[in-house]
């Protein structure tokens, strides 16, 4: 009886302690106090799964992980990067617009809704082996390209350095699989 009566304290204590915060911060605030406090962590609601790609769960993939507040197409999974190394196989990128195709390519094919962050395309390509020093201009010169291989889909922010979402156009599609054609002739 005595350890419900501390455990309960010690609810009471984290409860008011994250009072003042806002409601998604508040809840993962709770979810690690707790844990620390008891050793374990909480069972999470099923729409709260669902937010941080329930539907790669449902596929059998491993689900995306993100930070919160990160857009959906900023993380990765296990499956991008296994992706990317294989068709590195069959084409080695020439230029840096041609890698962040590359990398688009193999994340956008993973995802039921096609679009990724440059972040995401820059952190697959570096894991690779095949970084990029300057993602924005290299997608920049994939949107400009005639006909368009990347397009932007959603920007999140108002300023320039905003979040932006990409997803790569049928255009590019067959850009980089006749790419990967030829590379895989030779």
Do not use: C, H
């Amino acid at each position: 009886m005595e350890e419900l009566t501390q455990a309960r304290e010690l609810l009471d204590e984290i409860n008011a302690a994250i009072s003042s915060y806002d409601a998604v911060l508040k809840e993962t605030a709770r979810d690690i106090l707790i844990e620390r406090a008891f050793g374990r962590p909480r069972a999470r609601p099923a729409s709260a799964r669902g937010a941080e790609g329930g539907d790669a769960e449902q596929d059998g993939e491993a689900p995306v992980r993100r930070k919160p507040g990160r857009p959906k197409g900023s993380g990765t999974g296990r499956r991008g990067s296994q992706q990317v190394a294989g068709l590195m196989q069959g084409w080695t990128p020439e230029t840096m617009a041609e890698r962040a195709l590359l990398g688009a390519y193999a994340l956008a094919k993973g995802r039921a809704d096609r679009t990724v962050t440059s972040q995401a395309i820059n952190a697959e390509l570096k894991s690779n082996g095949l970084p990029v020093p300057n993602i924005t201009r290299a997608i920049e010169s994939n949107l400009r390209a005639k006909p368009a291989l990347m397009v932007q889909k959603k920007k999140m922010g108002t300023t320039r350095q905003a979040r932006k979402q990409y997803a790569i156009t049928p255009e590019g599609v067959a850009f980089v699989e006749e790419k990967l054609r030829a590379g895989t002739e030779d």
